[in-house]
């Protein structure tokens, strides 16, 4: 089967087609992240609505809470939260290793950790991630990884390195899900040495997509979009190219620039239940006074739930009293604000357009914010 169609490119940036157990998705593709089986606050009948074509799920929480045998037992992760759409789950690594305080040990067999639901000892190894996976039912299963933060020393990201390839090596012909896709991950920080030796091993494994893990975990943007450049060249061209965790505008753009296809993070809704809403003017903290009598929508061009009915005034009101409706519409509209975003940096790249499109759009974002006073 060919999971993966690359239809355009155009400089760096590609378009394509993920094809799934669950459905096709059109690439590049931004994945809202749904930690516990949710995407906070929004239903999925919503998210298909707002454009949403892929979900994230976390394979760390859900195992916790409620363990992935129930969820196997009601149907598996699209029935029991009722999303027919595809699904990727992570493998937890990220949350182990990014949770330092709860790290006890990692050896060549796997990690221990505490959980963070009730502080006892666990183990995640790739057998066992694999095994989540499989039974949560994913379209895409990631391969557990070791990820750590920026900053670490040299030695600290080699052995990072290793241990990463020797558990894809045992993670990649265990069991898994009918239909389900299986990705590694690429680390190696911002070490172009590491990076390349992380690449090349696991291309040499011949998984079905990879990942470029282990960046925007702490380190300044320049030096990390320079990483993303050198990260995604060294991944095969055939194959679905994934950048973990960026989900900010520019940013966003930035990783489509460098050939990444697909990508998730938790910045659009939970940037919402800040009382904030990501826009063409730059991001608006919709607690500010100056809002109070603003009539117009969050953003003038989105088509989105919110700015079809309500205006930044009454949207304004409902955050400062607390109200979960205010929360609710400013996620729908982070959303549809990125889904948006992303359609239109592939509508670009179809066209042939994409550099002068970013330039416009990355122009745009950083544009000072002209108020009414
Ligand atoms: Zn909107």
């Known amino acids: ?128 991630a694999a095994r989540i996976q499989e039974l949560l039912g994913s379209d895409v299963a990631m391969c557990l ?90 991944l095969p061209e055939d194959k679905p190219r994934y950048f973990m965790g960026i989900g900010d505008p520019e940013g966003v753009i930035e990783v489509i620039a460098r050939g990444i296809d697909m990508f998730d993070c938790v910045l659009p809704t939970r940037t919402a239940r800040t009382g904030s809403a990501l826009t063409w003017e730059g991001r608006l903290n919709l607690r500010n006074a100056r809002f109070a009598r603003d009539a117009r929508p969050l953003d003038e061009d989105c088509a989105c739930p919110a700015c079809t009915s309500f205006t930044r005034a009454y949207i304004r009101h409902l955050v400062n009293q607390q109200e979960i409706l205010g929360l609710r519409l400013l996620s729908l509209h982070n959303l549809r604000f990125l889904i948006d975003l992303v359609a239109a940096a592939r509508h670009a790249i179809e066209r042939g357009a994409f550099a002068s499109w970013r330039t416009d759009a990355l122009d745009r974002l950083a544009r000072p914010t002209v108020e009414l006073t």
Request: glycine share 12%; net charge negative.
């Open 1 to 128: 089967m060919n999971w993966f169609t690359l239809s355009t490119t155009d400089g760096d940036a590609r378009a394509g087609v993920l094809h799934t157990a669950h459905g096709d998705v059109p690439t590049p593709a931004f994945m809202p992240v749904g930690t516990k089986g949710s995407v906070k606050a929004v239903a999925p009948d919503e998210l298909r609505a707002l454009g949403v074509t892929i979900l994230l799920g976390n394979a760390y929480h859900l195992h916790f809470r409620p363990g992935e045998e129930v969820v196997a037992e009601l149907g598996g992760l699209h029935s029991f939260m009722s999303w027919d759409g595809p699904i990727l789950t992570d493998s937890g690594g990220f949350q182990v290793f990014s949770l330092r305080d709860t790290l006890l040990g990692t050896d060549d067999d796997g990690v221990t950790f505490r959980s963070v639901y009730d502080g006892r000892a666990e183990r995640f190894t790739p057998e066992l």
């Open 145 to 234: 990884d070791i990820c750590p933060p920026a900053g670490v020393p040299r030695a600290e990201l080699e052995q990072a390195v290793r241990r990463t390839t020797l558990w894809a090596r045992r993670q990649r012909d265990l069991p898994r899900a009918p239909g389900q896709l299986r990705f590694a991950i690429t680390q190696g920080g911002l070490d172009p040495e590491l990076r390349r030796r992380s690449s090349e091993e696991l291309a040499a494994l011949d998984f079905d997509g990879y990942a470029v893990g282990g960046l925007s975990v702490g380190e300044h943007r320049p030096p990390m979009f320079e990483a993303t450049t050198h990260a995604a060249v060294l």
